[in-house]
């Protein structure tokens, strides 16, 4: 989340200007007192004339920097960025003009005869493209660092963000009598746009969440953050999944200018009952795995959340049984694809789940997916952010030792 560079503006750059030019005059001075004698006062009026070039070239540089660069090396009305080799050919044009100009201005007033052949304008000329040459070194040397720096900066602040956000995502998951629950994300990069969550619903229940904010990066991060403190508000207060889905809703489609939106899945499992209410905002369809091998999809709910202000959503409910597994996921992990441009796709998601040895815990099971998405890969990076959530309802025997745990 880098902040840009400030620049300075025209007045303050022209008193930097002021200090600098004579600093800027010192090697020149050197140079041409070196060449011309390496006397005393031959450097004394080696850097009086350097010191007249360097204010005249600099003066020239200043006002094309503020007054006729922002003109003509701005983007295209198609936002295409000028050709990267504009930026050094416009400054050796300024600083060419600058020293042609220093030197008419020498030639009329303290130094006549300066260009008063064809060999001291072809001499004025050589130096003029050292200078040039010398001047490109420094403006690329200088934009070098400053990039430096400002890339430092950005990647400094990325992983900060980062950190900030694995701190929201849970990594140790509540310890319940009669389900476990385990969840991982893998960001496509420094920060995800996808979230997860597990939050205590009272009387014994638990909100199931999981969420893909569309886009990547900051911006992503941002509203997926909103959209777990959202939920976490809502948790202990509404205990309507459809209630909760709508709010968020609303509070998506109210905050954001840049109309972002969100797939997200919600549901609350009371741990009594194994009683399952769910909604379906336009998510992957998280599924159901029976014991006995059975599938079922939890599809019912509406659209993905900030697109209608007034939308409404429905709300499914399904009855979980000892050995069930629950599977949710976004679509980073179907839309993986190998280096043939093959995706992992559902089906290839639901026999790997389905061949699953029963007693896996589930990051167990959360691993061997992750596992078999790698090895679909095959080397490539996954292009979208990864998450994948698994509960599963214990066994008469799992949850007795889960209790006395």
């Not at 409910?317 to 069930?324: A, H, Q």
């Amino acid at each position: 989340m880098a902040t840009a560079r400030s620049e300075p503006g025209p007045l303050r750059a022209f008193l930097k200007l002021l200090w600098r030019a004579p600093l800027f005059a010192v090697p020149f001075a050197l140079f041409f007192g070196t060449l011309y004698g390496a006397k005393l006062v031959v450097y004394r009026d080696a850097y009086l004339l350097s010191l007249h070039f360097s204010f005249v070239i600099s003066l020239f540089i200043w006002g094309a920097e503020y007054f006729l660069f922002p003109r003509i090396l701005r983007p295209t009305a198609a936002g295409r960025e000028p050709p990267p080799w504009t930026r050094p050919v416009s400054y050796s044009t300024v600083a060419v003009c600058g020293t042609f100009a220093a030197a008419t201005i020498a030639h009329f007033t303290f130094m006549p005869g300066l260009m008063g052949d064809a060999r001291s304008i072809l001499l004025l000329a050589m130096f003029t493209v050292i200078f040039c040459a010398l001047i490109m070194g420094i403006v690329s040397a200088v934009s070098f660092y400053r990039q430096a720096i400002d890339q430092a900066k950005a990647e400094e602040e990325m992983h900060l963000a980062r950190r900030i956000q694995r701190s929201f995502l849970l990594t140790n998951f509540p310890r319940r009598p009669r389900f476990e629950v385990h969840a991982v994300n893998l960001s496509s990069k420094q920060v995800s746009g996808d979230f997860y969550d597990v939050v205590p619903a009272g009387n014994g229940a638990c909100l199931i969440a999981i969420a893909d904010v569309a886009g990547k990066g900051v911006p992503a991060a941002l509203m997926s953050s909103m959209l777990q403190a959202s939920l976490r508000t809502q948790a202990l207060r509404e205990p309507s999944v459809v209630a909760i889905l709508e709010n968020i809703n609303t509070l998506v489609y109210r905050s954001t200018t840049v109309h972002q939106f969100a797939t997200f899945f919600l549901a609350r499992l009371d741990e009594i009952t194994l009683r399952l209410d769910f909604s379906n905002a336009g998510h992957n369809h998280p599924v159901v795995f029976r014991r006995s091998g059975a599938r079922e999809m939890l599809e019912r709910g509406g659209v993905v959340v900030g697109i209608l202000e007034d939308a409404r959503f429905e709300q499914g409910t399904v009855s979980l049984e000892p050995g069930d597994r629950l599977v949710l996921y976004t679509d980073g992990v179907t839309e993986a694809a190998n280096p043939r441009g093959e995706l992992f796709g559902e089906e290839r998601l639901y026999e790997l789940v389905a061949s699953l040895p029963p007693g896996l815990t589930c990051e167990q099971v959360t691993d061997r997916i992750l596992a078999g998405v790698r090895a679909h890969l095959d080397g490539r990076d996954a292009g979208d952010d990864i998450t994948l959530m698994v509960v599963r309802v214990l066994e008469p025997g799992a949850a007795a030792a889960a209790a006395a745990t």
